[in-house]
């Protein structure tokens, strides 16, 4: 059996799922320790006949051509692309939101912190400023500097993708002529 996985070029896990045994079962039943059930040795035995078959009728398998193949890859290639380009426009978009976002608070903090050294604490109603410039400051914490260079570094880890994807098109365009 353990030729017929080789011959196949499968794991013992994939043959295990074709035949429908656990990988440790199949080890086992390779080592000639133990036996298959009745139903994974019909479902090797068939494995093993289209095996034979596949070996005389090697002349009548369907390749496809290599353009199709390519065809294919670029396709997989402009889809990468265009997801890549998309994502690092969302999270531009994301990002430019962040900073507008963390400026106004940042104005509005200022704002406070000015009343706050200005005013006396009699002056306004118990503990007012005090909540405003927490409540900011909780604000600001969902579109502090650290977060905006963690977006920052998934827009370039998705420009990233989207340039090595343009490349391996690039490649596989020149490989054709």
């Known amino acids: ?6 011959e196949l070029q499968l794991t013992q896990r994939q043959l295990s799922m074709l ?12 080592r000639e320790l133990r036996q298959l059930p009745a139903e994974a040795s019909h479902k090797l035995s068939e494995l093993q006949l289209l095996l034979q078959q596949a070996s005389l009728h ?6 496809p051509p290599q353009k199709a193949v390519r065809d294919k890859v670029d396709a997989l290639l402009k889809k990468h692309q265009r997801r890549a380009n998309h994502t690092a426009l969302r999270l531009g978009r994301e990002l430019e ?7 106004k608070l940042l104005q509005r903090l200022t704002v406070i912190q000015t009343l706050m050294q200005k005013t006396e604490r009699a002056t306004h109603p118990e503990g007012l400023l005090e909540n405003m410039e927490m409540e900011a400051l909780n604000e ?25 994807a343009r490349e391996a098109y690039t490649g596989v ?5």
Do not use: D, F, T
């Open 173 to 177: 365009r020149e490989e054709e002529e």
């Open 1 to 6: 059996m353990k030729a017929l996985r080789k």
């Open 140 to 164: 600001m914490a969902h579109c502090c500097p650290e977060k905006q260079a963690l977006l920052q570094y998934r827009i370039s880890l998705s420009n990233a993708w989207q340039q090595l």
């Open 97 to 103: 939101q962040l900073q507008e976002r963390y400026n």
């Open 19 to 30: 035949i429908g045994v656990s990988q440790p079962l199949l080890a086992l039943y390779e």
């Open 58 to 63: 090697k002349k009548e398998l369907r390749i």
